[in-house]
């Protein structure tokens, strides 16, 4: 019993990101506009988690993530041509090819910032899951079913970083979230309200 209490004390933090991570995605998931409080506790928890641990990307990333999530849930309630909230939607390809370099961009930005001014170890899959990671919480806050498969390819690549960090707990999530990223891609492509946009301003 006192080496659970321990494990609570010492990993509380994990725990609670852990605990609001979960229900962040699951509310994305049901395209529930809870998503986005919840989730911005959840950056919190992440934010001091990933300092601690050293990935330092990633935790300048949740602060991003909150100033978007701020954005889509405006977006969610009062986004689109009507201001009664973007629909689920897929963006043109022309947005999709801009978010495609704008991930290239970030990530060797991010990278270069890390390997000059940081002691990180991972410099190289702490940039690219950042910016892979930020592009696909700019997207979801648009609703655009693409996300998820953004999110997927992220997650493959978390799950093996955390446990190699030892962060055996946000591992674990990361692979929940794989689960939960593929049923929301399936949830998502089953409520698509329009088609494609046809040009960048429309995306």
């Known amino acids: 019993?006192?080496?659970?209490?321990?494990?609570?004390?010492?990993?509380?933090?994990?725990?609670?990101?852990?605990?609001t991570g979960a229900a962040c995605v699951w509310l994305l998931v049901l395209r529930n506009i809870w998503t986005f409080p919840v989730g911005m506790v959840n950056y919190v928890f992440f934010g001091i988690l990933f300092v601690q641990s050293g990935l330092y990307a990633d935790a300048g990333l949740q602060g991003v993530y909150f100033v978007l999530a701020s954005l889509g849930w405006y977006w969610w309630l009062r986004g689109g041509d009507d201001h009664q909230g973007v629909e689920v939607h897929e963006p043109s390809k022309l947005m999709l090819a801009a978010c495609g370099l704008a991930v290239i961009v970030i990530a060797a930005t991010i990278q270069w910032v890390l390997q000059?001014?940081?002691?990180?170890?991972?410099?190289?899959?702490?940039?690219?899951?950042?910016?892979?990671?930020?592009?696909?919480?700019?997207?979801?806050?648009?609703?655009?079913?693409a996300n998820w498969w953004l999110w997927i390819a992220v997650d493959l690549i978390y799950v093996p970083l955390y446990f190699y960090k030892g962060l055996w707990l946000t591992a674990v999530l990361y692979a929940i979230f794989?689960?939960?990223?593929?049923?929301?891609l399936i949830e998502w492509q089953k409520a698509r309200t329009d088609k494609p946009a046809p040009n960048l301003a429309e995306g």
């Open 1 to 19: 019993m006192g080496a659970l209490i321990s494990f609570f004390t010492d990993n509380w933090i994990e725990l609670a990101g852990f605990v």
């Open 116 to 145: 000059r001014y940081t002691d990180s170890t991972v410099a190289g899959l702490d940039a690219l899951t950042t910016a892979m990671s930020l592009v696909a919480q700019f997207m979801l806050s648009r609703k655009w079913i």
């Open 178 to 184: 794989l689960a939960m990223c593929i049923a929301g």
